[in-house]
């Protein structure tokens, strides 16, 4: 198995700039999650996913953070406009049902903004 | 609502001493509890997993056990190696199978092991 697959490992951009981060999860998975970790607020989830329908996006920031899942091998994370604030490690992780729940994470997203 | 809480870090220690990191919950039901760890620059990786009351999950020398009556999930390694400096995670999800995957994590402890 290859994982959970995330792209870039690392963006740096400016202020205002369009970010959008990439995920593939493990194939077979029915559910898909997006986590953003800083060091003031720690793990935080963003946005699940279940047979690519979004079931909980209460962690989204603001309406400047989107992602979508058109097809069980894809999900992306929009920033738009991006900001300093926003800078952070986004993890994508995914799970299958009736597995206790054990989530398989990528390797992260390290964004900078400047 | 459901919540985790970890001792705060960084816990240091020398090489092959025993390590303990305490976390606790808050939950409906009968969560299942697990261990995650952060090693520099990687996702989490789930170290191991205790799905009911009073099992020991265990992985790599680290052991876990379920305790319902002290709400506890404490994290313990009797011979600690430098290789196991890392960011330690607890976490709990009360709705296994069908009705949902989310875990709630605590905050992380990070594990520093000196030669």
């Known amino acids: 198995d290859a994982g959970v697959i995330q792209s870039p490992r690392h963006e740096v951009t400016e202020m205002g700039q369009e970010v959008t981060l990439r995920c593939k999860p493990i194939s077979g998975h029915d559910y898909l999650f997006w986590y953003r970790q800083t060091m003031m607020r720690g793990l935080e989830l963003l946005i699940y996913?279940?047979?690519?329908?979004?079931?909980?996006d209460s962690g989204m920031p603001e309406d400047r953070f989107s992602a979508k899942m058109p097809n069980a091998s894809f999900s992306n994370l929009k920033i738009q406009p991006s900001e300093p604030r926003d800078s952070a490690v986004y993890f994508c992780?995914?799970?299958?049902?009736?597995?206790?729940?054990?989530?398989?994470f990528g390797p992260g997203t390290r964004l900078t903004v400047l | 609502g459901n919540s985790v809480t970890q001792m705060e870090g960084p816990v240091t220690l020398s090489e092959e001493a025993f390590l303990t990191i305490n976390c606790t919950y808050t939950?409906?039901?009968?969560?299942?509890l697990f261990w995650y760890v952060q090693y520099p620059g990687e996702g989490l990786q789930l170290l191991l997993k205790a799905t009911k009351a009073d099992d020991k999950g265990s992985n790599k020398g680290f052991e876990a056990t379920y305790r319902k009556e002290t709400t506890s999930f404490h994290l313990e390694k009797g011979s600690v190696q430098v290789s196991d400096s890392a960011v330690y995670f607890c976490?709990?999800?009360?709705?296994?199978?069908?009705?949902?995957?989310?875990?709630?994590f605590g905050g992380g402890t990070r594990l520093m092991v000196k030669p």
């Open positions: 976490a709990l999800s009360d709705r296994p199978g069908n009705a949902g995957n989310m875990l709630t």
């Open positions: 996913f279940n047979n690519n329908v979004p079931i909980d």
């Open positions: 992780a995914s799970s299958r049902m009736g597995s206790y729940n054990e989530q398989f």
């Open positions: 939950a409906t039901g009968y969560p299942s």
